[in-house]
């Protein structure tokens, strides 16, 4: 459901922008980078809806890259004016920065993780522990991600992950013993599931969306 409202969100967006720039601003900007900007405009309601404000950096900044030498015409100066390496940088900076000035932005630098699983920025690996598991979520944002399950004897089946992973590596272990059902929502992402297939396994549910990221699901 969420991956049509992604979608329909976009071809409106689309369809809106092809109209103001053929009827009213005429400058001729190729339709692929019309979609890609609306992409980015997707993404920067999204980050608003769920309030990771220093994200919108990013956003901002690929929009910036789209359409700086539209801006420099305006401006009248020449087409490159700042390198976009600089510009991806300073998006960096920006988005680590008001992370800190935000007391609710937990930007801390550590490599296991319980709670609630979420880590942006850097390195998650979450352990879920199988004597009373029944669902779980994991969030990692433009990160990288690893999920392992222990006391595997103590499950009794029929649990569910639900993931979400944003321009990000995740990677989720599941024992060999198990049966997997994904329901996993990919948003220009990739998802390889190497598991094997067992019948009379012990079932594990993973639903979840995949932006812009690589998921792994494989068997150990």
């Not at 789209?66 to 988005?95: D, H, P, Q, R, T």
């Not at 089946?157 to 994904?182: F, Q």
């Not at 990919?186 to 390889?192: P, Y």
Request: proline share 2%; aromatic share 14%.
């Amino acid at each position: 459901m969420k991956s049509k409202f992604f979608w329909g969100l976009a071809l409106v967006l689309l369809a809106f922008f092809i109209i103001l720039n053929s009827a009213f601003f005429r400058l001729d900007i190729p339709v692929l980078r019309l979609f890609l900007a609306t992409l980015c405009v997707v993404w920067l309601i999204k980050i608003i809806a769920r309030r990771h404000f220093p994200f919108l950096f990013f956003p901002l900044a690929f929009l910036f890259m789209l359409f700086e030498k539209y801006i420099a015409g305006w401006l009248g100066i020449a087409e490159n004016i700042i390198s976009n390496w600089i510009v991806l940088l300073c998006a960096l900076l920006l988005c680590v920065g008001t992370g800190f000035m935000f007391s609710g932005f937990d930007f801390h630098n550590v490599n296991i993780v319980f709670g609630d699983g979420r880590k942006r920025l850097t390195s998650l690996v979450k352990y879920i522990d199988c004597t009373d598991f029944a669902d779980d979520k994991v969030e990692v944002d433009i990160g990288r991600g690893e999920v392992f399950f222990e006391n595997t004897d103590g499950y009794e089946g029929g649990g569910t992950l639900y993931i979400d992973n944003n321009m990000s590596r995740l990677t989720i272990n599941v024992p060999a013993s198990w049966k997997v059902i994904c329901n996993i929502e990919s948003n220009m992402g990739h998802t390889d599931i190497h598991v094997k297939k067992n019948s009379g396994g012990k079932l594990l549910y993973i639903n979840g969306e995949n932006n812009m990221g690589h998921i792994i699901i494989k068997s150990v």
